[in-house]
């Protein structure tokens, strides 16, 4: 399933540069049919010819064992969320195709035996999450309350003024009937409705009830605040047909805007902890859920939870990093699998409910990702990669790890030469223990003392892993060590991967403790031989960019710094940010009951000891870390004369969304790096690799 490319040898030859790392498609989602015999993925890849900056996404599938790979689905419009029908007759998919995208992105779906595409449901707004019932005779959604007739009004005669905080639009259950028989799309009929916003569900599988989670509105800081799960019930395919021909009996002149909920919802999981992403075993006899247990973690905690569908007492699951995300049940309702970080790796697990120690499904290095189970879960699709390794797709028994590769994504893709990968570990203060990823120049010769780059996370409950290196992201890794850098990637205390108490050692503490780990890890670094003590720079994004704008407060070290969606004012960032509550619960308190604590975190207030020329690069839509805060940071060095500029993408949230702007960032980066580095030295020392 290669893409034939012309002039390969010619860019292998010319080594790691974005454009080469922009043609490294990545794969968003696998899905594996009912009995294991196929399995169906999503490749995305940019479009940037001419006025193009934008992704395009399709749906491929292949057979198990790897052969007849195919395309399924073309165009202009994309298609993603791959799944099978529980039968294994249909693959469905959501898409906005062939003029129907003015309700937005619908479920379709393609015969496996062959033929055209069918529209399977017509819903009014656009469908998000989707799951076939057990039986296939329908398919529950998630949809966003649509406009109303007089919203819709407003918007035309620009009367369409926005009230802050008010008039959400809540996240509810849906679901259609699905006729095999029929070419035409279903209606659905609305199952929930009242103030408050549903993030993810699950059938029980005798497909009379969904179970799912909910929180107070749509707020992204409101689900760090409250989140339970309750369950409705759900009408079979007769039921929902006679809903459908009573309401077209109303009338259109009659019909409201917003059509009455037709299941009956009762509370499961309630209280101070927030509770999420329900799976219903296959017996039908329990609910597994993640929570953070009695009270709200906005840290970060994620614990696995198991209870009677029925209702009763929970029990909590152990995992290693408290922070997994469910996949599944084991066909005979006695394990659950689990995805989670472990270190700079990531893995399936299966963790018995009554007991008994983890079973690791996955293992060794690398990241594993995009997991899909078989109907019975005795096989997943997912997608591997290493440092040195891009992501394909692979298939494994679950009872037995035996990954074969399905997929050859990047077969005509050029793979220069690359820096090599190794992970490292030091002693930091407080006797903290600190991994982190080293990524040496292409070409790296021992003994030779070469520039280094130290990049930081986001976060702080961030994690780099052992992710392939080549891919095309704001930092260019391989493109960097290309050009003769060294970087590090430290996993200061704060990030995850490590347990609870590791994430939870810089609370009170940002820039303090986790400064010490990555400037211990820099010391490291040089004492083994490879790092240029006067050549060293600093780069990170969001959390990332925070620790940059501390650290030259702190320190004199770096040549050059680029602050990348950074926060230097966490009284400023409270105010503007869209997760307020993620920061005042790092802080421990509110920023009015203690000025001095949030004073002391934030570079704002250490401006005048900053000399490092810093870059400042900042998305101007950035509602995660407004935009404001990178233009504080700017204006501030700008006043004190230290050099510096401020780079802003239009049309960008937290990070850059368009190929064109990602390509961009790491070109801009490293002009600014050599503007302030003895680039003679470096061309001299470190080039021609």
Do not use: C
């Not at 893409?3 to 080594?15: L, S």
């Not at 794969?27 to 594996?32: E, F, R």
């Not at 018995?352 to 499904?361: A, C, H, L, Q, S």
């Amino acid at each position: 399933m290669a893409v034939p490319t012309q002039g390969a040898t010619a860019q292998e030859d010319a080594g790691w540069s974005p454009e080469l790392s922009m043609r490294y498609r990545a794969v968003s989602g696998t899905a594996i049919s009912p009995d294991g015999s196929r399995v169906a993925f999503v490749v995305r890849e940019p479009l940037m010819e001419g006025q193009k900056s934008e992704y395009l996404s399709h749906i491929w599938m292949t057979d198990a064992n790897g052969s007849r790979p195919t395309q399924w689905t073309r165009g202009d419009a994309s298609a993603g969320a791959p799944q099978f029908s529980p039968d294994g007759a249909w693959l469905s998919f959501t898409t906005s195709r062939d003029g129907e995208g003015e309700n937005g992105g619908q479920v379709w779906a393609l015969p496996l035996a062959g033929g055209e595409a069918r529209q399977l449901t017509e819903a009014e707004g656009s469908v998000g999450t989707y799951r076939w019932s057990p039986d296939g005779t329908r398919i529950a959604f998630l949809m966003r309350d649509p406009a109303t007739a007089e919203e819709k009004k407003a918007t035309e005669e620009k009367r369409d003024v926005i009230l802050v905080d008010r008039n959400y639009k809540f996240s509810h259950l849906y679901v259609a009937a699905i006729d095999p028989e029929s070419d035409g799309p279903a209606a659905p009929v609305r199952l929930t409705a009242g103030d408050f916003h549903i993030t993810g569900f699950s059938w029980a599988p005798d497909g009379g009830r969904l179970a799912f989670s909910h929180q107070a509105d749509p707020r992204i800081n409101t689900g760090r605040l409250s989140g339970d799960v309750s369950t409705t019930s759900v009408p079979d395919a007769a039921e929902i047909a006679e809903i459908l021909a009573a309401r077209d009996d109303v009338g259109d002149a009659e019909e409201e805007d917003d059509p009455a909920a037709v299941g009956e919802v009762a509370p499961l999981v309630i209280g101070a902890g927030i509770e999420r992403s329900p799976h219903w075993s296959p017996d039908g006899e329990r609910i597994a859920y993640v929570s953070t247990g009695n009270q709200p973690e906005p840290i970060g905690l994620a614990d696995i939870y198991v209870m009677p569908a029925a209702g009763g007492e929970a029990r909590r699951l152990e995992t290693p990093n408290r922070s997994a995300s469910v996949l599944g049940w084991s066909g005979d309702s006695s394990e659950l699998l689990l995805l989670e970080s472990l270190g700079t790796r990531r893995h399936v697990l299966a963790v018995p409910v009554d007991g008994g120690e983890t079973r690791f499904i996955s293992y060794g290095d690398g990241v594993v990702g995009s997991v899909s189970l078989t109907d019975d879960a005795s096989g997943m699709a997912f997608t591997y990669q290493t440092p040195e390794e891009p992501w394909d797709v692979f298939v494994s028994p679950t009872n037995g790890y035996a990954p074969s590769r399905v997929s050859d994504l990047h077969a005509d893709v050029p793979m220069p030469q690359m820096g090599r990968t190794s992970l490292v570990s030091w002693t930091s203060t407080e006797g903290f223990q600190i991994e982190g990823l080293l990524t040496y120049p292409v070409g790296y010769e021992e003994g030779e003392r070469v520039p280094l780059i130290l990049n930081v996370h986001g976060g702080p409950g961030g994690v780099f892993s052992q992710s392939f290196t080549g891919a095309p992201a704001a930092y260019m890794l391989q493109y960097f060590a290309q050009e003769g850098f060294a970087i590090l990637r430290p996993n200061p205390r704060g990030s995850t991967g490590y347990g609870k108490d590791f994430r939870y050692a810089n609370f009170q503490d940002w820039g303090y403790g986790d400064f010490r780990d990555l400037m211990s890890g820099v010391d490291h670094v040089i004492e083994m031989g490879v790092a240029d003590p006067d050549r060293l720079l600093l780069m990170g994004w969001s959390y990332g960019g925070y620790m940059t704008s501390w650290a030259v407060t702190q320190t004199d070290r770096f040549v050059a710094a680029s602050m990348g969606a950074g926060l230097p004012n966490l009284i400023s960032m409270t105010t503007t940010t869209d997760i307020q509550d993620y920061l005042v619960g790092h802080m421990g308190v509110e920023f009015w009951d203690d000025y001095e604590r949030y004073e002391r975190h934030s570079a704002m207030y250490h401006i005048a000891n900053v000399v490092t020329p810093t870059q400042v690069i900042h998305g101007a839509e950035d509602l995660r870390v407004p935009f404001t805060q990178g233009q504080e940071f700017y204006r501030a060095l700008d006043r004190r004369g230290v050099p510096t500029e401020m780079v802003v993408y239009p049309r960008t949230p937290h990070g850059p969304r368009e190929p064109k702007f990602v390509m961009d960032v790491s070109e801009r980066i490293l002009a600014w790096f050599r503007k302030h580095l003895d680039s003679d030295a470096v061309t001299a020392a470190d080039g021609g690799r």
